[in-house]
């Protein structure tokens, strides 16, 4: 009883610490979030879906405090012909930003429009969050719904010509940024968005997509470097009939990261693949959290995810493939695999399939294990000194999650950027 007290004062102070934009369309969503929130509280390590990961940093007033990371490095996907949106701690930088218009795309802030009557997210701010609290309940984007005061809301209409470019700064030690996305592709219209940067010492964010039939929305995202940077981030979307839904995420540094990822597939032959890579080094702990609901017929889901781990840095990965009944014909692939360079590190997996169909496809595994010997041995033969050798190894590792990506220009400025960092490591 003392600590389910102690979490309701801990919700109570969270709530209370922060301020509800009032009035306009988002209105009955924020209070409906609210309520959820109040009535689910703030995760504790108990909770079955945060045994791995220790919630405490996520749920406190005050923020524990992130260093500011200096670097002379290239921006990433700079080289990239894309629309930029930036926040600055979570607070939009119209300087920086490109101007939001572009053909086949309707591009609104949250918090420039959050004051109207009626905007075509009414339906969509909140909706995908709600469904997604059932059957795991996910607080922390309970929490940014009621609280959010900007984001993007994206309605795609056709093709536009370039990428959307989601890009965060922090520049305050303490920030807490709370941001919530909504995007809507409309049937036969399509959008890739592109997201990099820390966000702010702590960041939250939902991004909620709704992918109608025939629509197609790819997503990367390359997580900051800050180090000490905390992060909780969602994903929530549904897809129609014919749809395509792929999103991959790189992390390559922080402190804590939880990235949950929820999925429903709705419309016949429908298509979701979720993947990210991550390395980690010392006090890093990368939480993967996926959730992937096939309702309907012929549908694929994929799930990859490979981390590389040393001098005691921790992986979670929690993934599950619910196939309704009804849902025949679905493939559903899930692969979840570390790659440990020490043997301080550690990588926690739960790998989960809930099955009510008799026709299917469904598979998953997950593995650890050390670089292998024989193949090290033989690029060491060959005139190839052990750091090198152990970084190719680690590339080739990491590459079935990285060939997730669509565009290859993109996929192979990735793949540098985890070069580098294993050339920094190992100098």
């Not at 979701?272 to 959730?291: E, L, M, S």
């Not at 169909?357 to 024989?374: F, L, Q, R």
Request: net charge negative; with cysteine; proline share 3%.
């Amino acid at each position: 009883m003392a600590v389910a007290q102690s979490m309701t004062e801990a919700t109570d102070d969270r709530i209370a610490a922060l301020s509800m934009p009032e009035g306009g369309w988002s209105q009955a969503a924020r209070r409906g979030a609210l309520a959820r929130l109040q009535d689910m509280g703030l995760p504790k390590r108990r909770d079955e879906y945060w045994k791995f990961t220790r919630p405490d940093t996520l749920n406190t007033v005050a923020v524990p405090e992130a260093a500011i990371f200096e670097h002379d490095e290239a921006p990433v996907f700079g080289e990239v012909d894309r629309l930029k949106v930036v926040f600055v701690d979570g607070v939009f930088d119209a300087d920086a930003s490109d101007d939001l218009s572009l053909e086949g795309i309707e591009i609104d802030r949250l918090a420039a429009v959050a004051k109207a009557d009626i905007h075509w997210a009414k339906e969509l701010y909140g909706t995908l969050e709600t469904a997604g609290q059932s059957p795991v309940a996910r607080p922390h984007a309970a929490l940014n719904t009621a609280f959010a005061e900007d984001g993007v809301l994206i309605r795609v209409t056709g093709t536009p010509s370039k990428p959307v470019s989601l890009i965060y700064h922090h520049r305050d030690t303490t920030s807490d940024a709370i941001l919530h996305h909504v995007v809507r592709v409309e049937s036969g219209a399509s959008l890739t968005v592109l997201e990099n940067g820390p966000a702010a010492a702590r960041f939250n964010k939902v991004m909620e997509v709704d992918v109608a039939d025939g629509g197609i929305f790819h997503h990367v995202r390359a997580q900051g470097r800050d180090h000490e940077r905390r992060a909780v981030t969602h994903i929530f979307a549904r897809l129609g009939t014919e749809s395509v839904f792929k999103t991959f995420t790189l992390t390559v540094n922080g402190q804590l990261t939880r990235n949950e990822c929820v999925v429903e597939l709705t419309g016949d032959d429908a298509v979701a693949h979720v993947a990210g890579a991550c390395v980690g080094d010392g006090d890093f702990h990368h939480d993967d959290t996926v959730f992937i609901t096939h309702d309907a017929v012929n549908c694929e889901s994929r799930q990859v995810f490979k981390k590389v781990l040393r001098n005691g840095a921790t992986g979670v990965f929690q993934g599950k493939i619910l196939v309704r009944e009804g849902a025949q014909k679905t493939d559903g692939y899930q692969i979840s695999q570390s790659l440990l360079l020490d043997e301080d590190s550690q990588f926690l997996a739960k790998p989960e399939l809930e099955i009510y169909a008799d026709d299917v496809a469904c598979s998953h595994g997950s593995t650890s294990g050390a670089i292998d010997e024989d193949a090290l041995f033989y690029l060491r033969s060959r005139g190839v000194p052990e750091g090198p050798a152990t970084d190719l190894l680690t590339l080739a590792f990491l590459a079935e999650a990285v060939d997730e990506i669509e565009d290859e220009a993109i996929s192979e400025e990735l793949v540098n950027r985890l070069r580098g960092w294993l050339d920094r490591r190992r100098s």
